[in-house]
């Protein structure tokens, strides 16, 4: 099973692009999914796309969804902010710290088996 780290990140966020760079050494070779979420710090598009999209209404609950989930569910106050497993945290990190963390997110997924009590396994009891 794989982990997931979401990334919530604006596109005019110059720090969002430099922290891409560290992650994506981090996650190289580990069981990773990263999913980019929105998180809009000036939400101002290009002028003909923003009147269409404003006409046709096409990203409205698509939109409203990811920034509750952003605001509400996710409580981010920043960007980039990254959720990996059960940790959060903000800003630009080294590889080796988000390495650390992804590993310790990893530990914890594969959780804790303790065979000191009596059991069977494939071999009998």
């Known amino acids: 099973m ?3 780290i979401k990334v919530y990140s604006d596109y ?10 560290p992650l994506e ?3 190289k070779g580990k069981d990773v999914e990263v999913e980019w979420m929105p998180y809009e ?3 101002y598009p290009n002028e003909e796309d923003y ?9 409205k609950e698509a939109h409203k969804k990811a920034l ?4 509400e569910e996710a409580n981010v106050t920043a960007v980039p902010t990254f959720v ?5 945290i903000a800003g630009i990190h080294s590889k080796e710290t988000l390495e650390q963390i992804i590993n310790d997110e990893l530990n914890r997924q594969k ?4 065979t000191e009590g009596m059991a069977c396994d494939i071999d009998g009891c």
């Open 2 to 4: 794989s982990m997931k």
């Open 12 to 21: 005019v966020c110059p720090f969002c692009f430099l922290a891409e760079q």
């Open 25 to 27: 050494e981090a996650i």
């Open 41 to 43: 710090l000036r939400p």
């Open 51 to 59: 009147r269409d999209a404003l006409t046709t209404r096409k990203y």
């Open 68 to 71: 509750k989930h952003a605001y």
């Open 84 to 88: 990996i497993g059960d940790t959060t």
């Open 111 to 114: 959780g804790v088996i303790l």
